[in-house]
């Protein structure tokens, strides 16, 4: 046999013996010799991911890609790609990954997963990012309120210290950014909005609620005491949203303009012990 025909001879078998592998694990050769995903897998995989960014939505109706997109402009966020995770008892996770920086490298990147069940409803999970399903604008507070704890540069305070922006907060006297432009209140330095899981007594999660806490300071004639105090609200799924802090509590049954005309002296004490609950 001559060389040639060995080295004919060696290719072929290899050859063989590659295409057997290849078949006995399920994958496709692609154009160039490359084993990848096959066809079926991936339209599955886009399926999938199909599904979560055309059925879920806020609460609002905002779909999660017009939220990232408004999210954009104003906070550190740049959205990278959709992918399809691995498969678990509960689900289907579908990931959404991005990072605060559009050069940062891919270890630091941050993500939000939905859980697609069995009976095909889309379930949001990140905890971090459960204020989205109360519109792109809490969606948004929640991350320049981390950026601005995490001393980030070039946070957006204006948008932070919009009293516009906190109208998804709604009271029986209204929603609570109008409130506080009524009320000529101002809101200060410190703000938070997140969601807090809770966990019930096997440590497993549960539903949680979201929470706003922002410090204020109002112009209201007539008050007889101070007017700067911490203004924080909870929400649970599906309930409406419930004062936490003295002057929460006023700004939900009052109107603005006659938020002290009903006020007592034992107020004052109230505002302080208020103060320190929440410090805490």
Same mark, same amino acid.
């Given at each position: ?12 078998? #290899?050859? #063989? ?87 940062? *490298? ?29 519109? !792109? ?44 432009? *009524? ?27 979201? *929470? ?5 300071? #109002? ?8 007017? *700067? ?11 409406? !949203? ?39």
């Amino acid at each position: 046999m001559t060389d040639r025909r060995v080295l004919r001879f060696w290719f072929c078998l #290899c050859l #063989c013996l590659g295409l057997g592998l290849s078949f006995s694990l399920g994958l496709r050769i692609l154009p160039g010799g490359l084993a990848g995903q096959s066809d079926d897998v991936r339209a599955e995989d886009n399926a999938l991911i199909n599904q979560v960014r055309s059925t879920w939505r806020a609460h609002d109706g905002e779909t999660a890609e017009q939220i990232f997109a408004r999210v954009a402009k104003v906070a550190h966020f740049v959205p990278k790609g959709w992918e399809r995770g691995r498969k678990t008892d509960t689900g289907e996770p579908v990931v959404l990954s991005w990072a605060k920086h559009k050069f940062d *490298r891919t270890t630091d990147d941050h993500t939000v997963t939905w859980e697609v069940g069995r009976d095909g409803t889309v379930t949001l999970v990140t905890p971090d990012a459960k204020p989205m399903e109360l519109g !792109w604008r809490a969606f948004a507070l929640s991350l320049l309120a981390d950026e601005a704890t995490s001393n980030e540069t070039g946070v957006n305070r204006r948008f932070l210290l919009d009293p516009a922006n906190f109208n998804f907060v709604t009271t029986a006297q209204g929603k609570l950014g109008d409130l506080l432009r *009524r009320g000529r209140c101002i809101i200060g330095d410190g703000v938070k909005m997140d969601y807090l899981p809770m966990l019930d007594e096997q440590q497993t999660v549960k539903d949680g609620l979201w *929470r706003v806490q922002l410090s204020v300071d #109002c112009d209201v004639q007539g008050a007889g005491h101070s007017t *700067r105090d911490v203004i924080a609200f909870e929400k649970r799924e599906g309930q409406d !949203w419930e004062p936490q802090s003295f002057l929460a509590k006023r700004i939900a049954t009052y109107a603005p303009e006659s938020l002290f005309d009903f006020a007592e002296p034992k107020d004052q004490e109230a505002v302080e012990a208020s103060r320190k609950a929440l410090a805490h």
